[in-house]
């Protein structure tokens, strides 16, 4: 990855090309829900449209379940959850969800996110009802579809389009989204060891924005990168890499990478400049600005002073600025 001294690099890839992501139909205002209506979402088909190419499934029809069609619903039944007829417990779909789940699975590899519709029993990521054995129902479930979807496919960022109302949760799914791309990406083009150095030096403030630890594990299997199998070396890295994404960054993270990018700026500001970004940055910490205007303030300094490693840095712009993520947390 060669990028431009001058420019960050979500700046110079100014989507040439929309991010394919999955998503269930009824989301896109499709007709497919039991009864025959759908559940649009506007920010998804608004806002995140200009930039995500939606690719839609909805299991319960394609399982011949119908439109309209008989309610479903998770029942526990021993150790196993059944999803059935909510008028005729008879009706019992779950094994042709998961065998398509498990084909749909094997046509994905172009897809870089997922966005699930909430509490369903065939697509729900989580907190789905299961009724017991009495009837009472119990938020612990996950979709037939989404839960095989979600185990065969452990590295793609999915998300509830529920939870994307809220706005740490709705940055760390976008970001994982684009991180994610980028290794698709790097994969498709083909595997080295250069590669794979410069995905992780591209990537190094925002690995740390989400965990320290993680981000000095994942450097050290980089700097075995060329010493055996590359491909085993590769997949533990993306595995950890996607699994320490997951966990939202912090406010203290954050200003702990902004404070060592400061250290970049060091010889090239004067005291009232270097005032002013730490005055900024402590009133992010305090809650009393957002995360957008310390790191445009620190954009704005290496514009003028270029640091050719800093400005490769991803954490800088890990997403379109008009999607307007870090001006809410």
């Not at 909510?86 to 996110?113: C, F, M, N, R, W």
């Not at 630890?213 to 491909?231: F, M, S």
Request: with cysteine; hydrophobic share 35%; aromatic share 8%.
């Amino acid at each position: 990855m060669n990028h431009d001294s001058e420019t960050a690099p979500a700046d110079e890839a100014v989507m040439l090309e929309k991010v394919q992501v999955g998503v269930s139909s009824c989301l896109l205002g499709e007709e497919v829900r039991f009864d025959g209506g759908h559940k649009r979402d506007a920010y998804l088909t608004g806002t995140l449209a200009s930039y995500f190419d939606f690719v839609p499934f909805c299991p319960e029809a394609a399982v011949g379940l119908g439109i309209p069609r008989q309610p479903i619903r998770l029942v526990r039944r021993g150790v196993s959850v059944r999803a059935v007829g909510v008028k005729t417990p008879e009706l019992d779909p779950t094994d042709q969800l998961a065998a398509y789940a498990e084909t749909t699975t094997g046509q994905l590899s172009h897809i870089s996110g997922y966005i699930f519709k909430k509490a369903s029993p065939s697509c729900g990521m989580e907190r789905v009802k299961v009724y017991n054995e009495k009837g009472m129902p119990e938020q612990n479930g996950v979709g037939i579809y989404a839960g095989v979807l979600m185990q065969r496919l452990p590295l793609l960022p999915v998300e509830e389009e529920g939870r994307l109302g809220d706005a740490v949760l709705r940055e760390n799914f976008i970001e994982r989204v684009f991180v994610y791309h980028r290794w698709q990406q790097m994969m498709r083009d083909g595997l080295t060891a250069s590669g794979l150095v410069d995905f992780h030096s591209d990537h190094k403030y925002l690995i740390l924005a989400h965990d320290q630890e993680a981000y000095r594990q994942l450097g050290r299997l980089v700097a075995d990168a060329g010493k055996g199998d590359l491909e085993r070396l590769a997949a533990d890295y993306a595995t950890l890499l996607m699994q320490t994404l997951k966990r939202p960054a912090t406010t203290r993270q954050h200003v702990n990478v902004l404070q060592h990018l400061l250290g970049y700026l060091k010889k090239h500001l004067d005291t009232l400049d270097r005032e002013e970004l730490l005055e900024t940055i402590e009133q992010y910490r305090q809650g009393l600005l957002p995360l957008i205007v310390p790191i445009t303030l620190i954009r704005h300094h290496f514009r003028r002073n270029p640091d050719p490693y800093v400005l490769r840095q991803y954490y800088l712009s890990p997403h379109p600025k008009e999607l307007m993520l870090r001006n809410r947390i």
